[in-house]
């Protein structure tokens, strides 16, 4: 009996305490609601005096009236200010939408323009590739820039404007067109180069360093300046100053370094297909018998040695013993 008893007393106790709690939370929420129902159903007058002796107007409205309309003014704010939103971003972006598609117009024009100036060169090249050929006696290549392209054979006609389909064939002809030019060009460089190499082997070169010296004296009939008489100059005189470089004037192997009282200190070089260069008058010789020089490379120095009236280089040219005028041979540098 008495731990049912003390049960009974504490489960007493307990529903007593929720009990009294919930009573203390509804009274309080009931005293808070009679305090929002006598807020909302205060009255206001509002009294609208005109400056004008006409009669004032005035009407009540009540405090829920009021807080109704703020309510429903602040959401039509909060409403107006998102569809503005989502408005604007809309026009952002087809006004973006335009810009994007007025570049690629502009990008589209340029291209035009560009391959149309593509066209116009490749013609140009065409035209002189094709002479440059004909000089060299080479046939031209097959293919025309205007030639129709196999790339057009890979796009629907009708899934693709007339002029874009133009353009892709020229750009597959004029790559086609230069691709069949590699070859000529290459012809046409081996030609040039072995006419170098041909310019390296016979004596066209101008033998005084950097291109320096004037002709005094021609080759042919002359009076000699010293002994007065008249005789065959067989060689070209360029006069500079004494130490001035003398260069060889092609590739060859020095055959004679030696002394005479005419040409004073000379050497002789020898070169391809029977020609053979001297050069006289020399301060000083830089190379030997059996050396093998270069076109430009320095053999000696310009003096007045031998029979002379001052420094300059006695430049001859011979085939076999036959001598030639170098300047026949200069002008073709």
Known sequence: MSLTHNYRKIENRFFSRISAFFSAVFKRARIRLNKLSRLLGRRYTVMVIPHTEKKAVNFKISFATVFALCAFVVI???????????????????????????????????????????????????SVL???????????VNRSVETRGDYASFFNVEAHDEQSLREIQTIENISGF?????????????????KGNLLEEIPTGWPVVRGVGYITAPFGPARHPIRGYWYLHNALDIAYTRGTGIVSTANGKVVEVAWNDDYGNYLTIQHKYGFFTRYAHCDAVYVRAGDTVSQGQLIAAMGNTGLTTGPHVHYEIRIGSQNIDPIRFLSME
């Open 76 to 126: 039509l704010s909060v409403v107006t200010a998102v569809l503005g939103i989502l408005f604007a971003t809309g026009g952002w972006q087809a006004a973006s939408a335009e810009l994007r598609m007025a570049a690629a117009e502009v990008e589209n024009e340029q291209m035009k323009d560009g391959i149309a100036e593509l066209r116009r060169t490749a013609g140009e090249f065409e």
């Open 130 to 140: 094709a002479n440059t050929l004909d000089s060299f006696g080479l046939s031209s």
């Open 178 to 194: 230069l691709e069949d030019s590699m070859e000529q060009l290459a012809r046409v460089s081996d030609l040039l180069n072995s």
